[in-house]
């Protein structure tokens, strides 16, 4: 477990944000606990991160984005902000900030933001920034293989009551072109696609109804079908 991981401590303020590195040519950036009110995923994707860390390509990977609201488990942090509509050049929130510092000059290829929908009866899904899986082989297995777990796939809209979202999805899938256009919304995979520091970005959302189990085996299966391929 972690053989090649440095792990690193960013330090700003009264915030402390510890993340890992392996290699020293990251092309890959993987987010989670963004929100604290989405814990589970985030240990799916420790156990997933340290399976497969040997066969992914070098990469940054921050478990826990906002650790003032995974330690409150709310969605909101410490400043009341939620995080992931908070990412804007000027904002002077110090996890806004050291998230931003810890990936400045650079230019990877792919944002990895694994998140949870916690309403009831949630199905997955996922939005594909600029990678354009739709039609790939590698999408068409992990759907089918989450779906043939019972995990339902979404087809109709994502939250019609967040004035940043409500946007289509067809079996748990919806496409942006990098840079989305129109998408002020303050995200971290919006910042970083605008700011170039990330090339694309993927967003998949774990219904956050499912057990711990579960959630670990549909985060397993997007490694091994999407980011492993
Ligand atoms: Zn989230």
Do not use: C
């Not at 995979?189 to 959630?215: C, F, M």
């Amino acid at each position: 477990m972690f053989l090649r991981m440095q792990q690193v401590v960013k330090t700003l303020g009264r915030t402390q944000i510890l993340y890992y590195t392996k290699g020293d040519s990251p092309t890959l950036l993987i987010h989670s606990g963004t929100h604290g009110d989405e814990y589970g995923v985030i240990d799916s994707v420790r156990l997933a991160v340290e399976k497969y860390e040997a066969q992914l390509p070098d990469f940054i990977y921050v478990p826990i984005v906002s650790p003032s609201a995974v330690a409150k488990r709310s969605r909101l942090n410490w400043g009341g902000l939620d995080l992931n509509r908070s990412f804007f050049g000027d904002n002077a929130d110090s996890e806004v900030q050291a998230n931003q510092e810890i990936v400045k000059g650079k230019s990877l290829d792919l944002l990895v933001t694994f998140h949870e929908d916690s309403g009831p009866g949630t199905k997955f899904y996922l939005y594909d920034m600029g990678l354009g899986l739709e039609d790939k082989d590698s999408w068409k297995k992990f759907r089918d293989e989450v779906g043939a777990m019972g995990v339902g796939l979404l087809s109709g809209t994502d939250d019609p009551d967040d004035p940043y979202l409500n946007y289509t999805f067809t079996e748990g899938y919806h496409y942006w072109s990098v840079p989305v256009k129109g998408y002020e919304g303050g995200s971290f995979d919006a910042w970083a696609t605008r700011n170039k520091v990330v090339k694309k970005a993927l967003i998949p959302e774990i219904p956050g109804h499912l057990s711990q189990d579960k959630k670990n085996k549909v985060v397993d299966l997007f490694f091994q079908k999407i980011l492993l391929t």
